[in-house]
């Protein structure tokens, strides 16, 4: 948000009452975060029953397996050691990705980072996670929106976690084409050099297990080749964080 529209809001917020940032209804005094309480019962986030290797939630009662229907095709995995998703990229976490996304809800970013600390900590990576590092944004892109937002999840999940928050660490080199239209293959040779650890840099990574922060996942292949270059350039494992999961070909 530019510092004109912050103040606007901010102004906004004093004389009108405030909305849920999904469905729009008036918030009551005493609902004090961004979605009303009705809402946020709705999402489904991830349990006990999971996919570690892509972090795709699964049917009740399956437990923590290594590899699922949405993610054997991917044969050289993600690059990740473990992959956590708070969930399904569908319902109203779709909706909060998007509103965070592209609706300017950036208050939404910390309701995600919550889920995802908790589910970090259940599945025993906090111990194992050295630093967290935000998925970085195109220049311009982040330049029209104003602010990234997978890195304004990692920032209180890191926070959470005491762990540092590293960013101006990976970077985009500009060598790739927008992903929504090509194929799963397509989309991994298009990211392939999409990354670069920036100069002087590597010795913030070096040695280090780095939780990898997104906020949405369909083919991996973006995460992928960022999970790679930090390896390149150091880092000893990576593991990744997800507001939701997206299936390729699912209704999304
Ligand atoms: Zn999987």
């Not at 991830?46 to 290797?53: E, I, K, P, Q, S």
């Not at 960013?167 to 090509?182: F, H, I, N, S, Y």
């Not at 990211?191 to 840099?201: P, S, T, Y």
């Not at 083919?219 to 990744?240: D, S």
């Amino acid at each position: 948000m530019n510092p004109l529209s912050a103040l606007a809001s901010g102004f906004l917020d004093l004389v009108l009452p405030r909305h849920c940032a999904v469905s729009g209804r008036p918030l009551l005094d005493d609902e004090t975060g961004p979605v009303a309480p009705e809402v946020l019962r709705e999402v489904e986030v991830a349990g006990a029953d999971y996919c570690t290797r892509c972090g795709a939630p699964q049917g009740r009662g399956v437990g923590a397996i290594k590899e699922c229907a949405s993610c054997k095709a991917y044969r050289d995995g993600f690059g990740t050691r473990e992959i956590v998703a708070a969930g399904d990229y569908s319902g109203v976490l779709k909706e909060i990705c998007l509103a965070l996304k592209f609706g300017g809800e950036q208050r939404l970013a910390p309701v995600l980072a919550a889920w995802l600390a908790q589910l970090v900590f259940d599945r025993g990576l906090a111990d194992k996670v050295d630093a967290v590092i935000p998925m970085p944004l195109h220049v311009f892109r982040r330049f029209r929106r104003g602010y990234n937002q997978a890195a304004l999840i990692a920032a209180p999940l890191a926070k959470t976690l005491e762990r540092p928050l590293l960013t101006g660490v990976l970077k985009r080199t500009g060598k790739t084409e927008r992903q929504a239209r090509l194929s799963a293959a397509q989309r991994k040779g298009n990211v392939a050099d999409a990354f670069e650890v920036q100069a002087g840099r590597t010795s913030d990574i070096e040695g280090r297990r780095v939780l990898l922060v997104d906020d949405v996942m369909t083919t991996g292949a973006t995460l992928g080749a960022a999970a790679r270059t930090l390896k390149k350039g150091g880092a000893k494992g990576v593991y990744g964080a997800l507001a939701a999961r997206a299936v390729l070909g699912a209704d999304s």
